[in-house]
């Protein structure tokens, strides 16, 4: 295999909220996932300028992750019906690497030097 391109770039990592676990669900089982058009600037400036994306999902309030994924493409301007909401901007791949419920307790040490070193989660 020759070497990624963008191979000595940095890695980005994005917490990614969800206001359901159905979309989660739908993310998993397609290998897609759609954001705000806010975020949407954001992640395509870092799947373009670094090495890999890392996305961590949460559903909003259930004190968990649900596990993580790779971005695997840039966000396009089609949008997906499978979130069935006006709010969402364009579908983009997402390769999903673990599916797990990890409480954010186990994640307390880890602190955001960009969010003032608050926890994680």
Request: with cysteine; charged share 20%; hydrophobic share 35%.
């Amino acid at each position: 295999k020759s070497p990624s391109p963008r191979q000595n770039m940095p890695i980005r990592y994005f917490i990614m909220k969800s206001s359901n676990l159905q979309n989660i669900d739908i993310s998993q089982q397609k290998g897609i996932w759609s954001t705000t058009p806010s975020n949407e600037r954001k992640l395509n400036g870092a799947f373009w300028e670094s090495s890999v994306v890392y996305l961590i999902f949460s559903v909003q309030g259930s004190g968990c992750f649900q596990g993580f994924a790779r971005m695997g493409s840039a966000i396009g301007c089609e949008k997906s019906q499978d979130w069935g909401s006006a709010g969402f901007g364009g579908v983009f791949k997402v390769d999903w690497i673990r599916k797990e419920s990890v409480p954010f307790q186990f994640a307390h040490h880890l602190l955001n030097p960009w969010n003032d070193s608050k926890k994680v989660q």
